[in-house]
């Protein structure tokens, strides 16, 4: 991941370049490359489903962020595991599904996901409660990886079904990922 990153920054201009550094470590140990309230802004997307207790990552990623900081999380949403495969025909997985957080990624790794009560209440502990939250990819979950978006007209009524139902109530409680948002405490 670090040398896609790498690539894509290379493609990018001189001014952005010179913006980014990038540091290799655990999420867990911030302290030791970065001061707490160092940023406003940290994001946490899908990475949470690769580690086995999340608890002290987010504590780490949390005591770098500056009060009224924004953590945002993009998770795999364990209430909904069952739905890409119960969609699919796949009734054994989608039965399995209903009584674990573990799962196959798309890429054949396992991985875990994370139910909203569970997240909201780990934000609350660590001094950034939840603010907000989305559902991402309610009805495109689906889609193919190399197929390509639709264009024009059509895109444009995707993104609004996608919007729509990602801010709604009960859409977004069943979609495949969780978009969450904290904000750090404190003045």
Do not use: K
């Not at 160092?38 to 946490?44: A, E, G, H």
């Not at 309610?138 to 009524?157: I, K, M, S």
């Amino acid at each position: 991941m670090v040398e896609a990153l790498r690539l894509a920054l290379s493609a990018e201009p001189a001014g952005i370049q010179e913006r980014v550094r990038i540091v290799e470590g655990d999420g867990r140990d911030t302290g030791a490359h970065f001061l707490p309230g160092t940023f406003d802004v940290v994001l946490c997307h899908g990475v949470l489903m690769y580690v086995a207790e999340p608890d002290p990552l987010l504590a780490g990623l949390a005591r770098v962020l500056a009060p009224g900081g924004v953590l945002s999380l993009v998770v795999r949403n364990a209430d909904a595991l069952a739905m890409r495969p119960g969609l699919s025909g796949d009734w054994d997985t989608a039965l399995a599904a209903f009584d674990s957080p573990a799962y196959t990624n798309r890429i054949g790794v396992e991985a875990r996901a994370d139910r909203l009560e569970a997240l909201t209440a780990t934000l609350a502990g660590i001094g950034a409660p939840l603010q907000a939250w989305y559902g991402v990819r309610v009805f495109t979950d689906l889609a193919a990886d190399d197929q390509a978006p639709p264009v024009g007209a059509e895109l444009e009524r995707l993104l609004a079904a996608e919007d729509r139902a990602g801010r709604t109530d009960p859409y977004r409680a069943v979609a495949a990922l969780l978009h969450l948002c904290g904000v750090r405490g404190g003045s």
